[in-house]
């Protein structure tokens, strides 16, 4: 698996969380993969590359694998993660005329992303909000309504701040009001 991150801000961290399917494994199958990024400095310069460890996924009887503790560091990196992918995907879906559609791929990742962010801080806001997308996603959203939510879910991701002022609404709060 390799990511290009594109422009890279100096002490500005960047992470990137992904996603791997494994074909039907027998417990004990293992799966390994190498993991890299690179990215080019926003001032110039060389492209700066990272690699990881070998990463090693095995195969495991299901309530072994949910027996697993989770890694409460990378828990809430990958819920911000998976709910920005949920809510951009949602409005690329919407966009194209795949309303029902978009409704029910967020119903059907929120059968997950509960189980998921259960013990979170903000688990319960963030389910909270992809239930409230679920019933609005069945309608066309509007063009600056889908476009927030792009925006929004790219800065939850990269971890950024919006630095638009206080004029911009949220996607949340445009759904809320009727958007």
């Known amino acids: 698996v390799y990511f290009q991150l594109g422009a890279l801000q100096d002490q500005i961290e960047r992470t990137a969380v992904f996603r791997v399917i494994c074909p039907k494994g027998v417990p004990g199958d293992e799966l390994l993969f190498n993991v890299g990024a690179s990215g080019k400095p926003l001032q110039g310069g060389a492209r700066l590359t990272a690699d990881a460890p070998a990463a090693v996924l095995r195969a495991a009887v299901g309530g072994e694998n949910n027996d697993q503790t989770p890694n409460a560091m990378l828990v809430p990196v990958v819920a911000r993660a998976w709910f920005g992918h949920i809510v951009t995907k949602a409005a690329a879906m ?52 889908s476009k927030e939510m792009v925006f929004s879910s790219a800065l939850l991701m990269e971890a950024r701040r919006d630095y638009r002022g206080s004029g911009k609404a949220s996607w949340l709060d445009r759904i809320l009001r009727g958007e």
């Not at 919407?94 to 189980?115: I, P, S, Y």
């Not at 259960?118 to 509007?142: N, T």
């Open 94 to 145: 919407n966009r194209v005329g795949a309303h029902r559609e978009a409704g029910q791929m967020v119903d059907k990742e929120l059968k997950h992303f509960r189980l998921y962010v259960g013990d979170l801080a903000e688990g319960a806001d963030m389910v909270a909000q992809l239930q409230l997308l679920a019933q609005r996603a069945g309608r066309q959203l509007s063009p600056r309504l």
